[in-house]
């Protein structure tokens, strides 16, 4: 299979190499040849697999437990309170 390198380079507005160009070249010729086998497969009357472990799953129910400590315990150890919310530091710039 022929992979136009140059061209997938410009789409995901990538510069490479002539070596970087030649390697990745090699790399998804690689994959295809990959590909082409997994499609030859014959998959006819076989079963579509939606999980890949036939057994239940071991995790505990889902509960509602009550707090550990109550609210304003919890308020008490926050560094900056408004109108009983924690208010954090802000991350995100205008």
Same mark, same amino acid.
Not at 38 to 47: Q, R, S
């Given at each position: 299979m022929d992979v136009d390198i140059k061209h997938l380079a410009w789409l995901a507005r990538i510069e490479l190499? %002539? =070596?970087e160009a030649q390697n990745l070249r090699r790399r998804i010729e690689g994959a295809m040849r990959i590909i082409s086998k997994? !499609?030859?497969? =014959?998959?006819?009357? !076989? %079963?579509p697999l939606y999980h890949p472990q036939e057994e239940a799953s071991y995790l505990r129910p889902d509960e509602v437990k009550p707090p550990r400590a109550s609210r304003e315990k919890m308020l008490d150890n926050a560094a900056r309170v408004e109108n009983g919310f924690i208010v954090a530091p802000r991350t995100v710039e205008d």
């Open positions: 190499t %002539e =070596d997994l !499609l030859e497969a =014959d998959i006819k009357g !076989l %079963e």
